[in-house]
């Protein structure tokens, strides 16, 4: 069962919220039949918005950061769900290979040694290997606790990856991989390489995710007879832009005006009072936090100092999507915030808010000045009480986080299934 999230947050979403707290068995079931058709990612972040009429996920990472931020009480279940995950994938695994993304903020460090805490407690021999070619010695990274670890040179052996004097069964990745696969993470073919390649940013597009999403929902929705639109963004087209020239800004703008007038109908139809917005964001999950734009008229693609918003960050050209806007309504000491639900395999494993004191309800928080607040959970035990009034207790509310978040997770599955390359496309 997924724990349960008690932080006090605002923003009803009553009617929703009851439906799925009464259909928690048929929820359950529902996921452990599909876990039996679908493999769950090895490990997933899902950033979520709570706009008080809907909930819906706005972005699902593979190779997620911020583990840092889980609470010391969740360890536990997350060491557990790392036992179950390997367990399943190399029962007899001794060592793991973790290779970090090239990032030295004090941020990343502590999610990262928190992934080795994560490891070792679940009982592995866990060493860190470098993508960077030049390094030819072991570096020792200096951790925000004054601890250190060690990041080692990678050595290749026919199709094997490990370090010097160190051979391991699985290579778990938390790099993007947004500039394509090296050489060196190609052909594994005796050894476990999680994710596998073709999840990074390099191949992954955010519309294919969200495609995917589209069809979880669909069936979710059908099972709880429910509105798929109250748990998905609505997703229209995507179209290549460049800077300079404005090639593309027809195609983009067309799909954001046609999007807006499905949202405008759907705001009609349930008496939403909140004009909509759509929001462009690149499509290959690149420069996160840059170049996300809120729109709410297509006219305003026009604008000069929109495209300079898009190309922040020095792109030349970009692949933008075009997705609905969802707004938090959620706030910690006046700040807007929006949560972000952490899995290991099929496992919620805890989570956190990401808050920011100089953002609106309706801008992308991702972003410099943003700041993190973990969210604690209830005992394993503490489960909603079905027929309680819906938002009565906070671990009913999350409860439902975890399952939008189990559906965003459960739809990564299915993208990467319908992607995976049987030839060697994305090499």
Not at 249 to 277: N, Q, T, V
Not at 306 to 326: I, K, T
Not at 374 to 381: G, S, V
Request: with cysteine.
């Amino acid at each position: 069962m997924v724990p349960h999230l008690i932080t006090a947050l605002t923003g009803p979403i009553n009617e929703l919220e009851a439906r799925l707290l009464d259909s928690m068995p048929a929820i359950e079931r529902w996921f452990r039949l599909e876990r039996m058709e679908h493999t769950p990612p090895f490990y997933t972040s899902v950033d979520l918005r709570n706009a008080g009429f809907k909930l819906a996920p706005v972005d699902t990472e593979l190779f997620p950061h911020g583990f840092d931020h889980l609470t010391e009480e969740m360890l536990p279940l997350a060491v557990q769900a790392a036992m179950a995950a390997i367990e399943k994938i190399c029962p007899e695994a001794k060592n793991l290979l973790l290779i970090p993304a090239a990032c030295s903020s004090s941020f990343y460090l502590a999610h990262l040694q928190r992934l080795v805490q994560i490891f070792t407690l679940a009982g592995l021999n866990v060493r860190l290997g470098s993508l960077d070619p030049t390094l030819a010695a072991p570096r020792k990274l200096l951790l925000p606790d004054g601890t250190e670890l060690a990041l080692e040179p990678l050595v290749r052996r026919r199709r094997r990856l490990g370090l010097l004097n160190f051979d391991p069964c699985t290579v778990l990745l938390n790099d993007t991989l947004a500039g394509g696969a090296p050489p060196v993470l190609r052909g594994l073919y005796e050894q476990y390489l999680l994710p596998p390649l073709h999840a990074g940013w390099g191949v992954r597009r955010k519309s294919r995710h969200f495609q995917s999403y589209e069809e979880v929902a669909k069936k979710f929705a059908k099972l709880l007879g429910m509105d798929p639109w109250l748990i998905t963004p609505m997703t229209g087209g995507h179209a290549r832009v460049e800077a300079g020239d404005g090639h593309g800004f027809e195609a983009l703008r067309a799909s954001a005006d046609a999007l807006l007038g499905k949202l405008r109908r759907k705001h009609k139809e349930y008496g939403i009072a909140d004009k909509p917005y759509v929001v462009l964001k690149a499509d290959d999950g690149s420069g996160v936090g840059e170049g996300v734009v809120t729109l709410r008229d297509a006219a305003d693609l026009a604008a000069p100092a929109l495209h300079a918003q898009l190309f922040a960050g020095g792109a030349g050209a970009r692949e933008m999507l075009v997705q609905e806007g969802v707004p938090t309504h959620e706030r910690i000491n006046d700040a807007v915030a929006e949560p972000v639900v952490c899995m290991i395999d099929r496992y919620v494993v805890g989570g956190y808010y990401r808050v920011h004191a100089g953002r609106r309800p309706d801008e992308n928080l991702a972003a410099p000045g943003s700041a993190f607040v973990p969210l604690a959970f209830a005992e394993c035990h503490h489960l909603p009480r079905r027929g309680a009034k819906p938002g009565a207790s906070a671990p009913n509310r999350f409860y439902m986080y975890g399952v939008i978040a189990r559906l965003a997770m459960l739809a990564a599955a299915y993208e990467l299934e319908a992607t995976d390359p049987d030839a060697e496309s994305y090499e």
